[in-house]
């Protein structure tokens, strides 16, 4: 048993003559990710609003035509954040006005991990200012999932067996009952950053963590 985990408590719900023992199973699946998320967009400020908007429109359009262009399925950008908001700065004690700050930042969705710098430098040529929130994923989780739940199944039954042989005890391999615990996990990469146009964006291929977890309880005699 992991001692990181509480300790088990006995399931009223088995019915059964015999004693059981309680453990837990825990699968991990590292793999390349095929899938990666950015979060690019346009930060602009003027005296006012209109004059703020204008120019974030017209850069925004600009970087939207430019991730089209690199064949970027339009349902794979959308629309993260619009927001407009006043600036002050705080002089002599004073709260001064300043203008406006328009933020406009745009989910993009990749299936070609390689080609990801590209898509920052393209952005950057055609007015992007800001990037945050990069995260790598899988494009077909479930399937890998599976795969971890498989593993943490064994685990389980490893433990068992160990147990098993140090007691001196006869165990039944079949388990009387397996719980899921653990929903699917993939451990991302994040990095915001003011995008600034100074040569080729390096972003390099993560691995991703597919984690599943699961109580099985086993009979022995």
């Known amino acids: 048993m992991n001692s990181s985990y509480p300790f088990p408590k006995w399931d009223e719900n088995i019915k059964t003559s015999k004693p059981v023992m309680e453990l837990y199973g825990d699968g991990e ?13 346009v930060i602009t400020e003027g005296p006012d609003v209109k004059t703020a908007s204008a120019e974030n429109a017209r850069r925004s359009t600009q970087v939207l035509n430019a991730l089209l262009n690199l064949g970027i399925p339009s349902n794979q950008i959308e629309t993260l954040v619009y927001t407009i908001q006043p600036i002050y700065a705080y002089e002599n004690g004073q709260s001064i006005f300043k203008g406006f700050r328009v933020e406009h930042l745009f989910r993009v969705i990749i ?9 920052y430098d393209a952005a950057i040529r055609n007015g992007a200012n800001f990037a945050r929130d990069i995260s790598f994923d899988v494009s077909n989780p479930k399937a890998f999932y599976l795969k971890a739940l498989t593993i943490a199944y064994q685990d389980g039954i490893r433990k068992a067996v160990t147990l098993a042989q140090q007691m001196g005890v006869r165990l039944n391999p079949v388990p009387v009952k397996v719980v899921e615990l653990k929903e699917r996990e993939i451990a991302p990469l994040y990095k915001t950053q003011m ?26 005699s």
């Open 29 to 41: 699946l590292t793999i390349d990710a095929d899938e990666i998320s950015l979060t690019i967009g």
């Open 195 to 220: 995008l600034q146009a100074a040569g080729p964006t390096p972003i390099q291929q993560q691995k991703v963590a597919i984690n599943a977890q699961m109580k099985i309880w086993f009979c022995y």
């Open 111 to 119: 299936n070609d991990v390689q080609s990801a710098g590209n898509v």
